[in-house]
């Protein structure tokens, strides 16, 4: 059974900093993309970042710059750092993988980005 558990959430100030990370168990993580989403309230889930088998990445714009995926395939774990934190990405961050047209989803952690 797939469990993702994310941390690493919190209060910050503008322009701070967090890595959020995210445990995998329950399938081979190696060989599997995962992705980082969040959700703001009263807002649909949208994707951040994300990071294939092979280390290829991706972000949204809104990201560019500021955020930066990355994976240890030794702790099955995905991480998300967070730089220059503004209150737009406050937000529940949530973890992702898709395997053979299943998602599966950790329960989330708060990022609050407010002075």
């Known amino acids: 059974q797939v469990h993702l558990v994310e941390s690493g959430g919190g209060l910050v100030q503008p322009g701070g900093s967090l890595r959020l990370s995210c445990t995998a168990s329950?399938?081979?993580?190696?060989?599997?993309?995962m992705t980082w989403y969040r959700q703001a309230p009263g807002k649909q889930r949208n994707l951040v970042a994300r990071i294939t088998n092979d280390h290829s990445t991706y972000y949204i714009d809104r990201v560019k710059g500021r955020f930066t995926i990355s994976r240890d395939n030794a702790e099955n774990t995905v991480y998300l750092q967070m730089n220059d934190l503004k209150p737009e990405d406050t937000a529940v961050y949530f973890c992702?993988?898709?395997?053979?047209?299943?998602?599966?989803w950790g329960q989330g952690t708060q990022v609050t980005v407010s002075s």
């Open positions: 329950g399938f081979e993580f190696r060989l599997y993309s």
């Open positions: 992702n993988v898709v395997q053979g047209g299943v998602s599966s």
